[in-house]
């Protein structure tokens, strides 16, 4: 046998190897062959081979979905996204909600989570009696720290006003300076009679819900009294949208 000639060290017999040397040559040669190829070996239908080192003929068998890839199971509903926990580490992100927008949350798991739909809350009220009429409803919707809030409440037999009707808001304001105005409007219903407009001023941490009227030179604002803009009764109503930084 020569010293080795192929790509691989495989040793190739000679023209002047001896005939009765033949045999163990073509084993030690075969052998070396079966040896490289051995990794080649095996499987499963749809694996594919892919190198397990740096090392010359060394595979191993993979699915065709490599395991270091993002594998087609990780999303399984139309409009998951693939987003990362950590270094190196995908992970799904559920589809959010009809209308809602994709916003970064640190404290959220991938970073990121669904919001900008509308939410309702709880109002508390001064200067104002719900008594049993009814809150149309009292929505909000936040986009990072920008909330709208959205409020109505038509008044029952037993609803009263008795001085400027001061609403809490859903959450916290950043400004908090009394009587500021943020982009915001606000109607009353004198039920069957006429619709009144003004807008709401922020008052502390809630809204005053400020009626307008007209003065000797022009339009000023004025809080809501049980007669102002109107004498309040059963079915007037009174509303506000408002729009401010969380604080």
């Not at 003004?198 to 007669?227: C, K, Q, R």
Request: glycine residues 10%.
């Amino acid at each position: 046998m020569a010293n080795p000639t192929s790509a691989f060290g495989w040793q190739m017999p000679t023209s002047t190897d001896l005939v009765t040397d033949l045999p163990a040559d073509f084993e030690t040669f075969g052998q070396a062959v079966d040896t490289s190829l051995a990794d080649l070996k095996g499987g499963t239908t749809g694996q594919v081979l892919s190198k397990a080192s740096n090392t010359d003929m060394d595979f191993t068998w993979v699915a065709q979905d490599d395991s270091n890839a993002i594998q087609n199971t990780i999303v399984d509903a139309k409009g998951d996204l693939i987003a990362a926990t950590a270094a190196d580490t995908p992970a799904r992100l559920a589809v959010g909600a009809n209308n809602t927008v994709l916003i970064a949350d640190s404290a959220e798991a991938t970073g990121l989570k669904w919001g900008g739909g509308f939410s309702t809350w709880t109002p508390s009220y001064a200067n104002f009696t719900p008594g049993n009429g009814t809150l149309n409803f009292a929505r909000y919707n936040k986009v990072g720290k920008l909330v709208h809030a959205e409020f109505c409440f038509t008044l029952g037999s037993t609803s009263a006003v008795t001085g400027s009707i001061i609403v809490s808001l859903p959450t916290s304001p950043k400004n908090t300076v009394p009587g500021s105005v943020s982009a915001g409007t606000s109607a009353f219903l004198d039920s069957g009679t006429a619709i009144y407009v003004g807008f709401p001023i922020l008052s502390g941490v809630n809204v005053e819900v400020m009626a307008i009227h007209t003065g000797s030179t022009s339009a000023v604002y004025s809080p809501t009294t049980s007669t102002n803009p109107f004498t309040w009764t059963t079915g007037d109503a009174f509303s506000f949208n408002y729009t401010y930084e969380e604080a």
